[in-house]
C-alpha cells in the first residue's frame, strides 16, 4: 500500500474545521510543558506548533508521509518543533516519547491493529496516546457521492481493483486493538459534529484536499476532472441547504489510552 500525496497549501486552506478540533483534544491533555510529543499525520503543521507552544520546554516531532504537507509543515518550524517524512505504518521508535498525539489522520492507516502496537512501543512507560480520527458512518454524504459516481460505465474498469483508503472503526473495535496492543486503559469516546460548508467552493476545496485524492489516482489524467466534477455535483446536491451553505455529518473517535507505567 503507498501513501498519498497531497497539496499541503490547499488542504491548509480547506482543514479548518479539523484545526479548529485539533485545538479542543490539545486542550484536553494534561501537559506540564516539558514533554516530548510525537504527532501522527501532522499534515500543514498548524496544530503540531500549537502542540510545542503548550510544551516550551519540551519538543514536538510531527511526522506526515506527504512531501507536500512536509513542505508546507517546514515553514512552521521551532527551536522545539520540527517535521520529518515518514510514514506512520513505520514508526521506528521505543520508549522515546511522553504523548503521541494524531488528528484527523489514523483513518488513513488501514492496519490500526498494528499502528496501535507501533504508537504503544514508542510511548515511555506511562505515556499517553490521545487522537481523534474518523469513525464507522462518517461523511455519509460525500461517501455516496463518491461511490455512485465509481459505478458509472465510464469508471467501472479503473476501479475494478480499488482498495478503498480509510478504516474507520467502531468505538468498541478500536477499544479492543488499544487492549491488545498493550494499553492498561482504553478511553475511546464517539463524537458526532455536523460541519457546515459556508458554500459550493468550500466544499469543494474540502473535496479536493484530501478527500477525493485515493480515487483520481486510479483513474487515467483524461478522466480525472470529469469525475472530480461529477463527485462534486452529487455531493451539493446531498448538502447544499437552502441558504446556500452545504451540511456534512462527521462521526469521530475520541481517544485517550496509556500505556503501563511498569513496563520496562
Known amino acids: ?25 490539545i486542550e ?22 500549537r502542540l510545542a507552544e503548550c510544551v516550551p520546554n519540551g519538543t514536538v516531532l510531527g511526522i506526515d508521509a506527504s512531501n507536500g504537507m512536509i513542505s508546507a509543515a517546514r515553514d512552521r518550524e521551532t527551536p522545539n518543533c520540527s517535521f520529518r517524512l515518514m510514514d506512520m505504518r513505520e514508526l521506528p521508535y521505543e520508549n522515546i516519547f511522553d504523548v503521541v498525539f494524531s488528528n484527523a489522520a489514523l483513518h488513513w492507516v488501514t492496519d490500526q491493529s498494528a499502528l496501535a502496537h507501533d504508537i504503544c512501543r514508542a510511548l515511555k512507560p506511562g505515556g499517553l496516546f ?67 460548508f459556508a458554500d459550493a467552493d468550500a466544499l469543494a ?20 476532472e470529469a469525475f472530480r466534477r461529477q463527485v462534486i455535483a452529487r455531493s451539493l446536491a446531498r448538502m447544499q441547504q437552502t441558504d446556500g451553505t452545504c451540511l456534512e ?13 511498569k513496563e520496562a
Open 249 to 261: 455529518h462527521f462521526r469521530r473517535l475520541r481517544v485517550f489510552a496509556r500505556k503501563d507505567a
Open 130 to 196: 490521545a487522537a481523534e480520527f474518523a469513525a464507522a458512518e462518517n461523511c455519509p454524504e460525500f461517501t455516496n457521492a463518491v461511490r455512485e459516481t465509481m459505478c458509472e460505465k465510464q469508471y467501472e474498469e479503473a476501479f475494478a481493483g480499488f482498495v478503498w483508503p480509510w478504516a474507520m472503526p467502531s468505538r468498541t473495535e478500536f477499544a479492543d486493538r488499544l487492549r491488545d496492543a498493550g494499553f492498561v486503559s482504553a478511553d475511546v469516546q464517539e463524537v458526532s459534529r455536523e460541519q457546515v
Open 205 to 224: 476545496a474540502w473535496i479536493d484536499q484530501p478527500c477525493i485524492v485515493p480515487f483520481l489516482e486510479y483513474l487515467k489524467p483524461s478522466l480525472r
Open 1 to 25: 500500500m503507498h501513501s498519498h500525496e497531497f497539496n499541503g497549501k490547499k488542504y491548509a486552506l480547506a482543514s479548518g474545521h479539523q484545526t479548529a478540533w485539533g485545538a479542543d483534544l
Open 28 to 49: 484536553m491533555i494534561p501537559l506540564a510543558g516539558h514533554e516530548s510529543v510525537l504527532d501522527l499525520g501532522c499534515g500543514d503543521g498548524r496544530t503540531t506548533l
